[in-house]
């Protein structure tokens, strides 16, 4: 066990997933203390509120970030000796695509509310954040460099002054208003944090390249428009139930959603570090490359049936302690929440694949069938159903997006079948390394 962690400490991808792990660990344990106490004082219907504009908010953040993060790293990797003009000028782009995405999303709320300025203000400070979340394309650099403890270390900053902060407005009883600039608050922290020490660390000046820009939004823009449709199918259920049954069912609906997703920061911490990893395997080895890939998909997979399992044994215990009695209603969506999870963070793992194969055109037409179906299935199941319908919608369009719709397409259907011999694949991976262990038992 000692020479384990010894050599966990040695090997970069270990120690920088280790760094990310920690981070959401402490963010869920957050979010089950403060997160949970603010829903709780907040009550189903102000809770909802916030997550009403918060969805609003969240439909334009395809807008903000025009898919960039999805392939910085790949373009810092392909270019080492120009990634100051490809960071600087991505930057940029981003920074100018929120201020739109701000716009749009305050346009957007007056519009389907008018008659609601508490909404508005709510949306507004939400909004805020968005134009502000520039900063976080230097997690790509930070990434690219195994240095993620500082991206780290910012966020457990961020996240920790926002804990004291809904603390100090439990204490002074303080109106929904004031949570809801919590988000904001965050991102100035960690901002702040992750500007200081990329600009004290980096071995590089920032530029500006219009040809770099070019060529960014050349590979990008594709995630747009496939950001976009997730935005719908992820955020639609919220917005539609709000304007449909009303903000104490988006509550119950948050709550829910918040707990089914508590666990993602595992398979998401494998992942973001597994990117580099992979993708340098695709240069070198082929064979290489798709065993550590399917390795990836059947981890990801084992994760969520176990903690799918787990959800629908202990799901309204979590729900009762969390949240308290007022959000009972939320027990049944969670229980089929949980499983939409899994399906997201394959469709996660599946970007790798997709920059790695240079696919990322077909990104947009898997996640338009998904945002295309969850909105339809919205439309037909919330009003007969309410909340649990809107759960069936996420969880069927997750599972049209991960899976289904890159069936659709020949250049596609190579990853439905990677993913579906990884469950081979990693099962003889698990016998071999349970027939070792059994081996040295004896």
Known sequence: MLDFLRKSRNNRFINNTNWLIFQNIYSMGLSLVVGALSARYLGPSNYGLIGYGASLVNLFTAISQLGIDNVLLNEMMKHPEKKGHVMGTALCMRACSSVVSLICAMFLVILIEPGNPVLWFITGIQAFAIALRTYELLNEWFLSEMKSKYYVMANIC???????????????????????????????????????VFL?????????????????????????????AIALYTQMDRVMLGKMMGEKEVGWYTAAMTVAMLWEFIPQAIINSSRVVILEKKKLDET???????????????????????????????????YGKEYMAAVPVLKLLIWSTTFAMIGVARNIWSVAEEKNQYSKNYTICGGIFNLVSNAVTIPIWGIFGAAVSTLGAQIVVALLSPMLWKETRPFVRLYTTSWKKGAGYLKTVLKKRSSKQL
């Open 158 to 196: 961020g996240q920790t002054v926002v804990g004291i902060w809904k603390i100090v407005l439990l204490i002074l009883q303080a109106s929904v208003v004031w949570f809801a600039a919590s988000t904001t608050i965050q991102v100035f922290v960690c901002g702040g944090i992750v500007i200081t």
């Open 200 to 228: 004290f660390t980096r071995d590089f000046k920032l530029g500006f390249s219009w040809q770099y820009a070019k060529d960014i939004f050349d590979q990008s823009r594709h995630y747009v428009l496939a950001g976009l």
């Open 288 to 322: 290489e490359y798709s065993d550590k890939l399917q390795l990836l998909l059947f981890v990801i997979s084992v994760l969520g049936i176990l903690v799918g399992a787990a959800v629908q044994i202990f799901g309204k215990l979590a729900v009762r302690i969390l």
